[in-house]
C-alpha cells in the first residue's frame, strides 16, 4: 500500500482504508531505513510532515475530496520552501533556511500535498549524476553502485524506492527526463512558462522549468495540475485558461475496450536519435515500445530534426552564460556562505565563492563568462541563439508530419558512479536526447519501456508540441495501461 | 592655437513612481536603512523581476517630450559586475536597443537659441548606498536605492561649452519636472548628471580624447568642473602630453577634478538581454493615450504666452519655467481680466520674492493666484496705489484675508475726492511756509518733500497722481515759480 501511485493512494485515502497520517508515518519510516544507503535526501522534516498530514485529513473529513489531499512528496532542494532548509545541493546555501515557497510548492501545498523533505541534486542543477552535489551522490536504488541520474536525482531516486509518491524536479537539459530514465519512473517536463519560476533557483534562465516525478503519466498530470498556473511574479510565465492535464486520460476511460486507442497518432522518429551511438539494449527496448505503440494503433513516421545535433554545444554555450550571470549574487554579502577570513572586498567575493561553489559550477561560470565576454558574444552566445532557432525550426516542420516525437531518453543507462566524473563532455553527452526540448521550450516526458542486461532501467522520451502536455500524458498512459514496466520496483523495495 | 570645446552629458533622471522598476517596494526617500527593500531588490535566491509600467509610461512620456522615437519593442539587458550595492551582481538596464532613441532639446545661451540633439534614453534600476564613513573600516550597504527606476538620458556630444552644458541641464531639469517624471530634487540624487568633456583644435572634425566627469549634483558645481577641466586638457595638451581616456570625480573645495581611485581598465559588462524579462512591446494605443494625456509643453507655452498676452520674451521664459508658476499666473490672468502685465510682475516680483524668502513652494503659496487677481483689479481700479498693494500682499501673505477685507479694515481706499486732497495740500502749505519758499526760489526737491508731506498726512493712501497734480496747481496759483 506504501508503494501505490498517487491516483491509487487518493482511492484509498478516500475510500478511509488509510489516512494521510498512516501513510505519511509509515513512508517515514521507510525512509529511516532505506535512504541511507541512497542518500536521496537532504532534508527530512518528520513533524512538519506529520502536522501536515493531519491537516490533510482534517481536511478530508470536512468533505474536501481532492486528489492530492494527504499524498506525501518531496521537493527537488532547488525549490524554495518556507521555513526549510534549502541548499540547492551547495556548500554556498548550506545552512540557508528559505523566506518563502516557490510558486509551484505553493500550489502543491494549496493542493493538500505533506511534504516530507527536500530531495539531493547537482549543485545549482548542473550535472547529469547528482555526484556534484555537495552532499555527497545520491545512488540509484536499482543498483546501488550506480548514479540515479542528474540534477534531479534524489527526487528520482526516492520516487524510484518508494519513498514518496511522487516529487518535484527541476529540467534545464533533461535533468527530469534523464534521472526519470536512470531510476525506472516517469518524468515530465512541461512547455516552458506553464510553472511559474519564482521560487525557482535559477540556473537557465530560458530553460529552467519545473516538474514532476511519479511512477505513471496520469500522476504526474495530476501534480502538474497543482503546479501550472500564471504567476505575476514571473514575467515569463504564461497567462492561459487552467486546464486538467488529465482530460484526455479520463476521456479514454470512457471507452475502456477501444482496442486501438492510438488509432490516429502518428509518432515521428528522428533519425538522428537511431543512428547508432546508443547502448545495444537501449535500442532494442526502444524498438520493442515503438512495437507497443504500433499495435496500440500508432504509425509511426521517419523524420529528419537536421540541426539537433548541434544542440549539445549550443546548450552548453546558453546555459553557462546565463548561470554565470544568475550565480552572480552568491557572493557572501548578504546570505549564503561567507569565506572565515579575507582581506579587502575583492579577496572577500573570491574566496566565498572559491570556497562556496564545487568544481563543475566553476566550470560552468567559467565557460559562462567566456562566451559572453567582449570579442566572443558574437561567435559564441550570439551564434547559439542563432542556432537554437534554427533547432526550434526543425521541430515546427517535423510537427506538420506526426504528433508525438520518440526516441531514448538517454543513450545509455545508468552508470557506475565515479564513471564520468573524470571527463566533462563524456557527462555532457549524456543530455544529447533531452536538451533540444529545453532549447525549444516544447514539453517532454520519459517513461520507463525496458531493462538492460544488468536490470538497469531504460527510458522512453516523449515529445510533443507547444502546450501538447495533455495529449502526450495521455500517450503515455495508454502504453503504461498495455504494459508494466512502470509497476516494476527495484530488488529490496517492497510494495 | 584655437581650441573647441566637445561635452556630452549623460543624466541619470530617477523616475517618480511609487514602487521600484521592478519590485513592489516603496520608493520614498529617506527611510531607515534597508527598510525598503524587498526579497526581489536583495536579490535573495529564485527571486524575479517583473516591470514597473508607470515607469515605462514616464519614459514614453518623455520620448514624446522630446520628439524622439518610441521604439515599439526595446529589450532589457543584463549589465554584469561585482560590488555590494548591486545584489544580484548585475544592473537590469537597456543596451542594444533602448525605448527612445534620438530627441532634441532647445537651449538659450547669450549666443541665441541652439538645438541639442539627444542620442537616446532607456530605462535601467538603480544601485544601493555605498557608506564608507561611519562604519570604522568598513563600508555599510543601504539596499533602500536599489531597484529604483532610472530614465538615463543620453546627449549626443553636441555642446560647445561649459555654459550650453548647464543651459542643457536645466532646460533637461526643467522638463522632467513639467511633465511629472521625475521630482529632479538634486540634494537627494533625483536628477544626476555626468559630463563628458573633450578639446580639439579649432575647425577638427575629429574628437578628442573624452574624460567622464561622474555625479555632478549641482549646475554651479558642473559649471566650474568643466571648465577646470577644460583648461586641465589644454594645458596638458599645449605641455606635449596626451589626454587619457578616464573617469573623474569633482572636488567643489578645491575646484579640480581628480581620476577616480577605485577606476581600472574598462570594464568588460557582458551585456545580453535578460532571459528574465520579454522584450518590451509599446503598442499604439499605449502611445496615443500618452500623448493625449501630455500638458501643454514648455516651449509652446512660452511661444504662446508671448502670442496671447504679449508678454516681453524673458517674462515668458521666467514664467515658464516651472509649471505651477505657469499656471498661477496664468490663473491670475483668468481672475483678473487685465492688463497680463501687471499680473506678470506681480508674480515674478512680490509672489516670488516671497516665496523664495519663506522657501515655500507655489503650491503651498499663502497667497492664492485668485487672491493676487483680486488685488491686482484694485490696484488698477484705483482703489488703492502700488505702493499700498504692497502692505496690503503682506497682509494677506500673513493670512488677514483677501484683499478687499483688508482694505477695509484697515482703511486704505486712497483718498481720490480732489475737493478732500486739495484740503490736506492747503494744510501741509500753510504748514511747510519754508519749503514753498524754497521752492519758489528754484529748489525743485523741494517739491517732493512737499509731496511727501502731503502722503504722509494722509497715511499714504492720497491717490498719489492727483497729489501731484492738485499741489503743482496750488503752488502756481500761488505766484511766480519755476512751473
Known sequence: MLSASIAELARLLAGRSVSSVELTTGLLDRIARINPALNAFVTLDAERALAAARAADARRASGDAGPLVGIPIAHKDVLMTAGLRTTCGSRMLADFIAPYDAHVVTGLKQAGTVLVGKTNMDEFAMGSSTETSHFGPARNPWDVRCVPGGSSGGSAAAVAARLVAGATGTDTGGSIRQPASFSGITGLKPTYGICSRYGLVAFASSLDQAGAFAQTAEDCALLLNAMAGHDPRDATSLERPREDYTRLIAAGRAAPDATQPLAGLRIGLPREYFGGGNDPDVDAALAGAIDEFRTLGAATVDIALPNVNLAIPVYYVIAPAEASSNLSRFDGVRYGHRAAKYGDLADMYKKSRAEGFGAEVKRRILIGTYVLSHGYYDAYYLKAQQVRRLIADDFRRAYERCDVIMGPTAPSTAFRIGAKTGDPVQMYLNDIYTVAANLTGAPAMSIPCGFDRNGLPIGLQIQGNYFAEAAMVNVAHRFQQATDWHRRVPPGVTT | ?483
Request: charged share 25%.
Open chain 2, 1 to 483: 592655437m584655437k581650441w573647441e570645446t566637445v561635452i556630452g552629458l549623460e543624466t541619470h533622471a530617477q523616475l517618480s513612481t511609487v514602487s521600484k522598476i521592478f519590485s513592489g517596494a516603496a520608493t520614498a526617500f529617506g527611510a531607515a536603512p534597508n527598510t525598503q527593500a524587498s526579497a526581489i531588490d536583495l536579490a535573495l535566491p529564485g527571486v524575479l523581476p517583473v516591470p514597473n509600467r508607470g515607469a515605462v509610461e514616464r519614459a514614453i512620456r518623455f520620448g514624446l517630450a522630446v520628439g524622439a522615437k518610441i521604439n515599439r519593442t526595446s529589450v532589457f539587458a543584463r549589465k554584469n559586475y561585482f560590488y555590494p550595492d548591486l545584489p544580484k551582481g548585475y544592473q537590469i538596464s537597456q543596451f542594444e536597443i533602448p525605448v527612445v532613441q534620438g530627441g532634441t532639446l532647445t537651449i538659450v545661451t547669450d549666443q541665441g537659441e541652439r538645438t541639442v540633439r539627444l542620442t537616446r534614453a532607456h530605462l535601467e534600476e538603480d544601485a544601493g548606498k555605498s557608506l564608507h564613513e561611519d562604519y570604522h573600516g568598513m563600508t555599510g550597504i543601504d539596499l533602500n536605492r536599489a531597484g529604483t527606476p532610472l530614465l538615463e538620458i543620453v546627449s549626443e556630444p553636441d555642446l560647445r561649452s561649459s555654459d550650453e552644458a548647464v543651459a542643457y541641464a536645466k532646460v533637461l531639469h526643467s522638463l522632467v519636472r513639467w511633465i511629472g517624471i521625475c521630482d529632479g530634487n538634486m540634494q537627494e540624487g533625483s536628477f544626476r548628471c555626468d559630463a563628458n568633456v573633450s578639446v580639439r583644435p579649432l575647425g577638427s572634425d575629429k574628437l578628442g580624447t573624452r574624460c567622464e566627469i561622474k555625479n555632478l549634483n549641482s549646475f554651479r558645481f558642473m559649471q566650474q568642473a568643466i571648465e577646470f577641466e577644460v583648461r586641465r586638457q589644454i594645458e596638458l595638451i599645449q605641455d606635449g602630453g596626451t589626454v587619457v581616456q578616464e573617469t573623474r570625480l569633482y572636488d567643489p573645495e578645491r575646484n579640480e577634478t581628480r581620476p577616480m581611485r577605485s577606476k581600472e581598465d574598462a570594464q568588460d559588462y557582458r551585456y545580453f538581454p535578460d532571459p528574465d524579462l520579454p522584450p518590451l512591446v509599446i503598442g499604439e494605443a499605449w502611445i496615443e493615450r500618452v500623448r493625449a494625456e501630455m500638458p501643454e509643453l514648455p516651449a509652446a507655452m512660452k511661444a504662446r504666452f508671448g502670442a496671447t498676452y504679449g508678454l516681453p520674451a524673458a517674462d515668458a521664459a521666467a514664467l515658464t519655467g516651472h509649471r505651477e508658476l505657469a499656471s498661477y499666473f496664468e490663473e491670475t490672468v483668468r481672475t483678473f481680466g487685465g492688463d497680463p502685465k501687471s499680473a506678470a510682475n506681480w508674480v515674478q516680483g512680490e509672489l516670488s520674492a516671497a516665496l523664495n524668502k519663506a522657501d515655500v513652494d507655489i503650491a503651498r503659496s499663502p497667497v492664492s493666484a485668485p487672491r493676487l487677481a483680486g488685488l491686482i483689479r484694485r490696484i488698477a481700479d484705483g482703489t488703492i496705489s502700488g505702493k499700498i498693494a504692497k502692505d496690503v500682499f503682506d497682509a494677506m501673505w500673513a493670512g488677514e484675508g483677501d484683499a478687499d477685507a483688508i482694505i477695509g479694515s484697515r482703511g486704505l481706499t486712497q483718498i481720490s475726492d480732489e475737493g478732500a486732497i486739495g484740503k490736506i495740500v492747503d494744510d501741509v502749505l500753510a504748514a511747510n511756509a519754508g519749503i514753498v519758499a524754497e521752492f519758489r526760489a528754484g529748489k525743485e526737491k523741494a517739491f517732493n518733500s512737499l509731496v511727501g508731506q502731503t502722503m504722509k498726512a494722509t497715511k499714504g493712501k492720497a491717490n498719489p497722481a492727483q497729489v501731484n497734480a492738485i499741489l503743482r496747481q496750488k503752488l502756481a496759483e500761488m505766484g511766480s515759480g519755476p512751473f
